[in-house]
């Protein structure tokens, strides 16, 4: 995602995202290799 759209984003939906993933999209879900902590360490740097 481009970065002015994932401003307008809260933290709580990109982590949800990243872990369930977005149905009917292309977006998969990561949830078998990140746990939900290591996706909270990390979504800061999406944000950045
Ligand atoms: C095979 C690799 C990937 C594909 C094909 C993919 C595809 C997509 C697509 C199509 C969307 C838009 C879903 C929608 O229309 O709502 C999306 C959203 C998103 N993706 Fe991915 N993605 C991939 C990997 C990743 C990775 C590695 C990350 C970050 C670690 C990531 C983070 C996100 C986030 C945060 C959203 C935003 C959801 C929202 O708008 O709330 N994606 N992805």
Do not use: C, H, W
Request: aromatic share 4%; hydrophobic share 45%; charged share 25%.
């Amino acid at each position: 995602m481009r970065p002015a759209m994932l401003a307008k984003k809260n933290s709580y939906k990109l982590v949800d995202a990243i872990l369930n993933g977005r149905p009917g999209t292309a977006m998969p879900s990561f949830s078998e290799k990140l746990n939900k902590a290591d996706v909270q360490k990390n979504i800061l740097i999406l944000l950045m």
